[in-house]
Nanobody, 114 residues
Framework: QVQLVESGGGLVQAGGSLRLSCAASGTIFSFNAMGWYRQAPGKQRELVAGISSGGITNYADSVKGRFTISRDNARNTVYLQMNSLKPEDTAVYYC????????WGQGTQVTVSS
């Protein structure tokens, strides 16, 4: 049974930074492309960053240049460094495989105040 546990969210002022972590268990983590997703109130969940098993990254245009996704295969963990945060980044952030095939975790709330 795959389990994903996100952490690191919080309340931050616009322009601030946060680092999210996602610990994975129950899967051969290093083989999987992973992604960070977010869901704002009243909106659909969207993919904001992805990373392949080999470390190739891609980003949504809305976060490009501000967010950085990385992974530590030895720790079965994927990270999202978020800089220059904006109020529109406010959402619950989740990690999952790039195709979203695993059971979703509880997510971590990120709130950016103006």
């Amino acid at each position: 049974q795959v389990q994903l546990v996100e952490s690191g969210g919080g309340l931050v002022q616009a322009g601030g930074s946060l680092r999210l972590s996602c610990a994975a268990s129950g899967t051969i983590f290093s083989f999987n492309a992973m992604g960070w997703y977010r869901q704002a109130p009243g909106k659909q969940r969207e993919l904001v960053a992805g990373i392949s098993s080999g470390g190739i990254t891609n980003y949504a245009d809305s976060v490009k240049g501000r967010f950085t996704i990385s992974r530590d295969n030895a720790r079965n963990t994927v990270y999202l460094q978020m800089n220059s945060l904006k109020p529109e980044d406010t959402a619950v952030y989740y990690c999952n495989s790039r195709s979203g095939t695993y059971p979703w975790g509880q997510g971590t709330q990120v709130t950016v105040s103006s």
